[in-house]
């Protein structure tokens, strides 16, 4: 298992959750007011699942040893990466700012969210999109299996380090349980993939 295919993985269940979070803005649209519990639920798991865990992989080591191999944050693949995780923060905290006044039928609010919301979407899907077909190319093609061990093993302890033991899990739930609520597919993933790297307890 390549620490590139865990983050890969880890993709297809984001998508998951934008395509749910797609649908609540729909259902919201049309009602005139925002479902809150979905919209928490979606929120929570972009700012743990997708950034802490997820992002936090590609920041504190995956694009630090691909800067280390050669690749210029400044002008390289990483500082894009970077920059776009940013913005995606952005869109996060935007969300989460609008839902209560949102779930009130506050028209403004709504608007608000949505926005938001699809902006987060279509900058998410496309930042995917980069990685998956372009930025995790060039790491493989320079990494070696000494390399892959090391970067699994760190991959392990960003959970450990970051999080409570069992919150891979939860988020997962937490996807599948949006995904069932609003008639999403549940994601084609390789589920040895998702058991290791942010997960690890004692």
Same mark, same amino acid.
Request: aromatic share 6%.
């Given at each position: ?48 699942? $997708? ?62 969210? $949505? ?71 549940? $994601? ?15």
């Amino acid at each position: 298992m390549k620490p590139t295919e865990i983050l890969m993985n880890e993709h297809r269940v984001i998508e998951q959750v934008l395509n749910s979070l797609q649908a609540i803005v729909e259902e919201g649209m049309a009602n005139g007011r925002l479902e809150e519990e979905s919209a928490r639920m979606a929120v929570d798991f972009f700012r743990n699942f $997708a950034d802490r865990c997820h992002h936090g992989k590609e920041e504190v080591h995956l694009f630090p040893w691909m800067e280390s191999k050669g690749f210029d944050r400044n002008n390289g693949p990483t500082g894009v990466m970077m920059r776009e995780h940013e913005i995606g923060r952005a869109h996060v905290r935007g969300m989460e700012e609008a839902i209560a006044a949102a779930a009130q039928g506050d028209g403004e609010a709504l608007k608000r969210f $949505a926005s938001h919301a699809n902006g987060y979407i279509e900058m998410l899907r496309e930042h995917i999109q980069k990685e998956d077909h372009c930025l995790f190319n060039m790491a493989n093609q320079v990494m070696s299996e000494e390399d892959e061990r090391r970067m699994l093993s760190l991959f392990e302890h960003v959970e450990e380090d970051e999080m409570k033991a069992g919150t891979h899990e939860k988020y997962l739930r937490v996807a599948q349980t949006l995904a069932e609520k609003y008639g999403v597919p549940l $994601a084609e993933v390789d589920q040895s993939a998702l058991t290791c790297g942010c997960h690890h307890t004692h």
